[in-house]
Every structure is written in structure tokens, then in C-alpha cells.
């Protein structure tokens, strides 16, 4: 046994020995990843005291687990009630609700706790072997890279558009405008912005998604007695059905494997996240499956890929955090700082001076998600009830939580408005047929091409050419096309084969 | 496409509102660039340019659809009696009175009336006794959960303060 295995080894006694804060923390990753606009990062702020009272280790731990169980959260109400709990979970209820809708809200759920599960552990463990070689990722993502990254989650929006091409790209291209509201990065000069001096920051994307998915699902779900389609389809929770989702999900394994490493490459580029992530597999999953039509109507590959995804990002973004000091999202940057204030200091020399914090780090997640699956499992059978709440309790339940959640992040009463407004637009998009989740792509991207695409044109002095001035991009750009064009290939090759026209 | 004889006609004026939404948002955006340096019109030309475009298919397809008697301007799949019936009117009202209000009296007795007053409307009246205390033991159960354990910033009214000082001085 060398002495990095030693090494190892004792961390992960060490981290397993402080198991009692973990399992709590998990089920409060849980509370506050399911509630919009209480993410894990906001939660360490607020819990900022407590961790710096605690040791190193017992810091550390805490913030990981809270960290994943955070993420794995905001899949719950994303799958029951169509409210995903953070941007990273917008894709879930694209194929968790219409599950839940038709009474398989447990399997939903089993589904996406291993999928997040296994796809966390697998990035984690990949991350802790593969960590130089990943932490050059970064190095070599410029603007023009990001903005094919980018691209490849916008492409998701001509995916749910496939029912009605032009209403799924008026709705995406609108998400882009409002996207677009807010002072722009080179001169901050304010654009569309009505005259709020709230929105000189662009569009603060918790009212956004609580107006989009929470409120507006709210005024929709009181047409129904209960968010289950037929009344019949209320099943009695047992474990069967959980171990039918566990069951539906280690059957796709190869589908949790690719789709958590798509997320670990994107968590490593700084600033991409959990969002873009899992738009991306998504869209790659639909892609690549012999059966795209099925994707949005419950789909348990839909549901598995923006899960695996999500989580494997949470491994990623902590790469470019321990090997270059550069925090990869929100919730690293916070990391930073309590661990800085512990006497950590972050780069290539952490290995070297305190190995035990680097590898520490990436054994607390990995700990965490196998405590997971152990204590969320379980739950899932009783976490399905929420869909037999009659709707008439719910639906306001779900519009109080949540608009206050729009107010929490910036204090701002402006936020609370702004949530209902577009809350209002959802629900005129839902009663009309245009998809909310196209919108909420176009909100969330729309700024980020926005900025990498201004910086490849001022690099270049405005020569467009500088899109394909890059290898790795070139490589990219055709990555993205043939993920466009294959699929469009393999449709045309099964309807020959449905039809037995011979292929020329 | 052609509809069955008996098929309900599109109602086409409903799905017209977003695109209408989508053209003036993004003509009024324009007019806020007109005069910016580049750098700040290039990105939301492109894409303004291609919304603009892709509505003026649609006003086309719509277009289409009337002349062939496929659809009717109507906003029959927007407005309808069921929104009165059901309870949804109300239910906006309500919420709207929950952002007014939330920022005088607080997060607890806010949710508290708007949680009470929309479930009422929603039930048409029935379950006022079971109603009532759902709606105080939500209300109670959010500002422990988050105000009194987590201290999150929530909006606070006098409920707040006076709890804030009971548990102060014991």
C-alpha cells in the first residue's frame, strides 16, 4: 500500500467518523434544495457562524453534504408539483412530472435519488483520479469554447420544440430577450429594462423561475381535485414501487454514467454550472435515444439525465476550486472563504502542504451520496403523498412558499412583483401551448452568450471569424452539429426500418 | 391539415398574446439601444431580429388558419367561466393582496390571511373550521422554520418583532 492509498484510507475514516453531522445536514440539503431561492450556498451564508465554530473537518463536511443533498433537493418538487427547487433542476420536470401525473410520483423519485446518486458518486470518484487533467479544462475554455458549451443548451429549445417548431422558438427567443434586460458588460448601458434600477442587473433568476414554474403552475393545478391525472391512479405507497425506480434506474446505467460525466466536464469550466449541465444531457440524451419521441412524457431517461448531470457537476466545480483556487460556482466561492478562514490556502501546493483537506473534500461527497441513497430512499414513498393533497390547499401553499422565496436572495419587494409577472406570462404560456421551460432556458443563457459572445468579438475586433478560430472549438462545432444532425439521421433510418424501405 | 367537421375551432386570438408580448417587448427594447455603442445593440439584434422573424411567420400561419376556417380569434383557451367557477380570479386576487401586504404586516400573518382567504375561495366556503387552523399551523410552522431557527431574511411585521421579543427576554 503506497501513501497516497494510506492516505486515502485514513481520510475516509476520519470523514465516515463524523457521520452524525452528515445525516442531518442531509435532510436539511433537502428542505432548503427544495425550496426556490434557498439554495445551499445561501444556506451557508446563513449558517456561516456555526461552520466557522466548527473544526476543519466538521466545516467541511458540513458544507459538502449540504452542498449535494442540496442539489439532489431540488429534484423533489421539480418531479411532484412541477417546481424545480433551483435553476440546476429546471430540466427535471420535463419527464419527473408527467410521471407524477400519472401516479408514478415514487418511481419518479426512486429514479432521481440513483441516478443522483450513483451519477455524484461515479463524478466524485473520476474527479479524485483525474484531477490535473481536469483542472486544464478551464485553462483551455475561452468566450469562443463557452459559447459553443452554450449553444448546446439553447439547442434544447428546438428539442421542445419538435411539437410546434415556431411557438417552441418564439418562446425560447422571447427567454433570450428577457435574458438579455439589464446593462450591458462593456459600457453599462441600460437596456429594456422599463426604468427599474432593479433590473440593471438583468433579470434575477429565482423570480423568473418561481413566476414561470411555481406560481403558474399554482393557478393551473385548481382545474384538478389532485395533480395526479386520474383519481384511480392514487396508489397506496409501497415499497415495491421504490423498488421499481430503483430497478427502472440501474437498468440505464450506461445512461447515468454519460450523462454525470457531461456534468462533471461542464461543472470544471468556471461559471457554467448545474443549469447549462443539465440542458446539455438532456438534450444529448434525446439526441442519442432510439426513442425521442417518448422524451416529455415521462420518460425515465429524461428524468436520469438532468439528475446524473446536476450532481456530477457538484464534483466538478470543486477541480478548477482546489487545483487553482478559482471557485467553479456560488457555492465553491463560499467554500473559499470558510476554508480560508480556517488557514487553507487553495492551488497546486494544497496537495503538497494539506492533503487531507484536498482529498477530505472530495471523500465527504462521496460519503455523503452513499448515505443518501441509505436515508432518501426510503422517504420516497412517503415524499409521493404530496401529489393526493387535494389542490385546493395546495395551490396557495405553493404560491406563499414560494413568492417569499423570490424576495429572499436580494430583499428586494420589487422581486415579489416580478415573480407574479412572470407568473402571469407562464400561465398565459401553459393555457396557450407554449413551453415555460423554453423560456427559462432563454432567461438563464441568454446573458451568459450574451457576454461570452461580446468578449470573442472584442478580442477580435469584431471579426466574426473568431468563432472558429480555435481548435478545441472547431471540435466543439462539430460536436454540435452532429448532435443536431445525427438525431434527424437515426429518425429517418427507424422510419425506413418501421416502414421496410430497404436504406440506400 | 384539415379539421374534422365537428372539431373545435383553434382559438387563435389566445395564442396570439405571447407573440403580441414578444413583439413589443422586443420594438420597445430596441428603442432603448438605438443610440448605445455596439457593444451593447449587436447580441440583442441578432436575437430581437429572429424573434421578430419567427412572429412574423407565425402571424402568417395564423393568417392562414382563418382564411381556411381552421381557427377563430377567440380566447376561448385563456378566459373562460371555469376561471370564475373555480376559484382562480380569487386566487389572483389574493395573491395579489399577498404582495401588497406582506411588506406591512409581515411574512407570518400575511400568509396566514392570504393561505385562509385563497383556500376559502377555493373551497367555495366549505372546511372554514380545518381551513383555519391548516392555514395557522403553516403560517406558525414557516416563521419557526425559517424566521426563528434559520433567521432567513423574510419580511418581517409586528407578529415578528413581538415574537422576536418574547423569546428575547424569556
Given at each position: 500500500m503506497d501513501n497516497t492509498t494510506a492516505l486515502l484510507f485514513e481520510v475516509f475514516l476520519e470523514t465516515a467518523s463524523f457521520w452524525y453531522i452528515i445525516v442531518p445536514t442531509i435532510f436539511l440539503g433537502l428542505i432548503v434544495g427544495g425550496i426556490p431561492g434557498f439554495s445551499a450556498a445561501n444556506t451557508i451564508i446563513i449558517l456561516m457562524p456555526l461552520t466557522l465554530a466548527m473544526s476543519l473537518q466538521g466545516g467541511l463536511v458540513f458544507m459538502v453534504a449540504l452542498y449535494c443533498s442540496a442539489r439532489m433537493g431540488a429534484g423533489i418538487p421539480a418531479?411532484?408539483?412541477?417546481?424545480?427547487?433551483?435553476?440546476?433542476?429546471?430540466?427535471?420536470?420535463?419527464?419527473?412530472?408527467?410521471?407524477?401525473?400519472?401516479?408514478?410520483?415514487?418511481?419518479?423519485?426512486?429514479?432521481?435519488?440513483?441516478?443522483s446518486c450513483i451519477g455524484g458518486l461515479l463524478t466524485t470518484i473520476i474527479a479524485l483520479a483525474a484531477m490535473p487533467i481536469l483542472a486544464r479544462v478551464g485553462f483551455y475554455m475561452h468566450s469562443t469554447e463557452m459559447i459553443v458549451v452554450m449553444l448546446f443548451g439553447i439547442s434544447l429549445i428546438a428539442s421542445i420544440a419538435a411539437q410546434d417548431m415556431v411557438k417552441g422558438l418564439i418562446a425560447g427567443f422571447l427567454g433570450l430577450m428577457i435574458g438579455s434586460i439589464g446593462t450591458d458588460v462593456v459600457y453599462a448601458t441600460p437596456r429594456g429594462t422599463f426604468g427599474f434600477l432593479e433590473l440593471y442587473d438583468g433579470v434575477p433568476l429565482i423570480p423568473a423561475l418561481v413566476g414561470l414554474f411555481a406560481v403558474s403552475e399554482a393557478f393551473i393545478i385548481i382545474?384538478?381535485?389532485?395533480?395526479?391525472?386520474?383519481?384511480?391512479?392514487?396508489?397506496?405507497?409501497?415499497?415495491?414501487?421504490?423498488?421499481?425506480?430503483?430497478?427502472?434506474?440501474?437498468?440505464?446505467?450506461?445512461?447515468?454514467?454519460?450523462?454525470?460525466?457531461?456534468?462533471?466536464?461542464?461543472?470544471?469550466?468556471?461559471?457554467?454550472?448545474?443549469?447549462?449541465?443539465?440542458?446539455?444531457?438532456?438534450?444529448?440524451?434525446?439526441?442519442?435515444?432510439?426513442?425521442?419521441?417518448?422524451y416529455g412524457t415521462g420518460h425515465p431517461e429524461g428524468l436520469i439525465a438532468p439528475e446524473a448531470a446536476n450532481n456530477g457537476v457538484t464534483s466538478g466545480t470543486l477541480v478548477p476550486l482546489l487545483v487553482l483556487g478559482i471557485p467553479g460556482g456560488a457555492t465553491a466561492a463560499i467554500m473559499l472563504v470558510?476554508?480560508?478562514?480556517?488557514?487553507?490556502?487553495?492551488?497546486?501546493?494544497?496537495?503538497?502542504?494539506?492533503?487531507?483537506?484536498g482529498y477530505g473534500m472530495f471523500m465527504a461527497m462521496a460519503i455523503s451520496y452513499v448515505l443518501m441513497i441509505f436515508t432518501i430512499l426510503p422517504l420516497s414513498r412517503y415524499m409521493s403523498h404530496v401529489t393526493t393533497i387535494p389542490t385546493i390547499y395546495l395551490a396557495p401553499m405553493i404560491i406563499s412558499?414560494?413568492?417569499?422565496?423570490?424576495?429572499?436572495?436580494?430583499?428586494?419587494?420589487?422581486?415579489?412583483?416580478?415573480?407574479?409577472?412572470?407568473?402571469?406570462?407562464?400561465?398565459?404560456?401553459?393555457?396557450?401551448?407554449?413551453?415555460?421551460?423554453?423560456?427559462?432556458?432563454?432567461?438563464?443563457?441568454?446573458?451568459?452568450?450574451?457576454?461570452?459572445?461580446?468578449?470573442?468579438?472584442?478580442?477580435?475586433?469584431?471579426?466574426?471569424?473568431?468563432?472558429?478560430?480555435s481548435n478545441l472549438g472547431n471540435i466543439l462545432w462539430l460536436c454540435l452539429l452532429l448532435s443536431l444532425v445525427l438525431p434527424a439521421i437515426f429518425a429517418l433510418q427507424r422510419k425506413r426500418k418501421s416502414q421496410g424501405i430497404p436504406i440506400q | 391539415?384539415?379539421?374534422?367537421?365537428?372539431?373545435?375551432?383553434?382559438?387563435?386570438?389566445?395564442?396570439?398574446?405571447?407573440?403580441?408580448?414578444?413583439?413589443?417587448?422586443?420594438?420597445?427594447?430596441?428603442?432603448?439601444?438605438?443610440?448605445?455603442?455596439?457593444?451593447?445593440?449587436?447580441?440583442?439584434?441578432?436575437?430581437?431580429?429572429?424573434?421578430l422573424f419567427v412572429c412574423a411567420i407565425f402571424l402568417v400561419r395564423v393568417a392562414l388558419m382563418l382564411r381556411s376556417g381552421?381557427?377563430?380569434?377567440?380566447?376561448?383557451?385563456?378566459?373562460?367561466?371555469?376561471?370564475?367557477?373555480?376559484?382562480?380570479?380569487?386566487?389572483?386576487?389574493?395573491?395579489?393582496?399577498?404582495?401588497?401586504?406582506?411588506?406591512?404586516?409581515?411574512?407570518?400573518?400575511?400568509?396566514?390571511?392570504?393561505?385562509?382567504?385563497?383556500?376559502?375561495?377555493?373551497?367555495?366556503?366549505?372546511?372554514?373550521?380545518?381551513?383555519?387552523?391548516?392555514?395557522?399551523?403553516?403560517?406558525?410552522?414557516?416563521?419557526?422554520?425559517?424566521?426563528?431557527?434559520?433567521?432567513?431574511?423574510?419580511?418581517?411585521?409586528?407578529?415578528?418583532?413581538?415574537?422576536?421579543?418574547?423569546?428575547?427576554?424569556?
Open positions: 418531479i411532484l408539483v412541477n417546481i424545480p427547487g433551483t435553476a440546476g433542476a429546471a430540466a427535471t420536470p420535463l419527464d419527473g412530472y408527467p410521471m407524477a401525473k400519472q401516479g408514478k410520483g415514487q418511481q419518479a423519485l426512486s429514479i432521481s435519488f440513483v441516478a382545474e384538478k381535485k389532485l395533480i395526479v391525472t386520474h383519481e384511480g391512479d392514487v396508489r397506496k405507497p409501497s415499497w415495491h414501487a421504490t423498488f421499481e425506480g430503483v430497478n427502472i434506474a440501474l437498468k440505464r446505467w450506461w445512461h447515468i454514467v454519460w450523462t454525470s460525466i457531461i456534468g462533471l466536464v461542464i461543472g470544471v469550466i468556471p461559471g457554467a454550472g448545474a443549469s447549462i449541465a443539465s440542458f446539455v444531457a438532456y438534450q444529448q440524451s434525446r439526441s442519442f435515444s432510439k426513442t425521442p419521441e417518448l470558510v476554508l480560508q478562514y480556517h488557514g487553507v490556502s487553495f492551488g497546486p501546493s494544497l496537495f503538497e502542504n494539506q492533503p487531507k483537506v412558499f414560494t413568492l417569499v422565496g423570490a424576495f429572499v436572495p436580494r430583499e428586494y419587494m420589487f422581486d415579489l412583483y416580478l415573480a407574479l409577472g412572470f407568473g402571469v406570462l407562464g400561465y398565459i404560456a401553459r393555457r396557450t401551448g407554449y413551453h415555460v421551460a423554453a423560456i427559462l432556458i432563454g432567461v438563464i443563457l441568454g446573458p451568459l452568450l450574451e457576454k461570452y459572445f461580446l468578449w470573442s468579438l472584442k478580442k477580435s475586433d469584431g471579426d466574426i471569424m473568431v468563432l472558429f478560430s | 391539415m384539415t379539421l374534422k367537421p365537428d372539431a373545435p375551432k383553434r382559438q387563435l386570438g389566445g395564442e396570439l398574446v405571447i407573440p403580441a408580448l414578444a413583439i413589443a417587448f422586443t420594438l420597445y427594447f430596441f428603442s432603448t439601444i438605438w443610440n448605445s455603442p455596439w457593444t451593447a445593440q449587436v447580441s440583442a439584434f441578432l436575437v430581437g431580429g429572429i424573434l381552421q381557427g377563430t380569434l377567440g380566447f376561448g383557451n385563456l378566459f373562460t367561466r371555469e376561471d370564475i367557477r373555480s376559484g382562480r380570479i380569487g386566487l389572483f386576487a389574493t395573491t395579489i393582496g399577498y404582495c401588497v401586504l406582506i411588506d406591512r404586516l409581515g411574512f407570518t400573518l400575511t400568509t396566514f390571511l392570504f393561505l385562509s382567504i385563497s383556500m376559502y375561495v377555493l373551497s367555495k366556503g366549505r372546511n372554514v373550521g380545518f381551513i383555519t387552523l391548516i392555514s395557522a399551523i403553516m403560517a406558525l410552522a414557516g416563521w419557526a422554520v425559517f424566521i426563528w431557527a434559520f433567521d432567513t431574511r423574510f419580511p418581517r411585521g409586528w407578529f415578528e418583532t413581538t415574537m422576536k421579543a418574547v423569546l428575547a427576554n424569556g
